[in-house]
């Protein structure tokens, strides 16, 4: 009985909170660039390893136009932010939150 209200709950806050991702009503606001949540986060490192690596890259190329790579890199660094899931990550928090609670409750 427990398990279920528990197993309630998990559903309730996926459906307030599961945004970017979600086969189950087709919706994935990722523009197509991933299936699943553990290749949205590596896509989002992949863009934040990109814009590190042009940022440490424009000294060793002087005759580069620095703040057109700033723009560049400002850009898509603004990409990686939209990318974020946050109301996801409130889920994963809120979803812990009900399996420690229910940890505690079966000391």
Do not use: W
Not at 10 to 28: P, R, Y
Not at 73 to 98: H, N, W, Y
Request: aromatic share 4%; with cysteine.
């Amino acid at each position: 009985m427990k398990n279920r209200k528990i197993v309630q709950q998990i559903n309730e806050l996926k459906k307030k909170h599961i945004e970017m991702i979600d086969d189950s009503q087709d919706i994935n606001y990722t523009c197509g660039l991933v299936s699943d949540y553990s290749e949205l986060m590596n896509r989002i490192a992949d863009l934040l390893k990109i814009s590190q690596k042009a940022l440490e890259g424009m000294q060793a190329v002087p005759e580069t136009n620095c703040l057109e790579i700033e723009y560049n890199v400002a850009d898509v660094i603004g990409i990686a932010i939209k990318l974020l899931p946050f109301s996801e990550m409130q889920f994963i928090d809120r979803t812990m939150e009900l399996l420690n609670k229910t940890k505690d409750q079966r000391k």
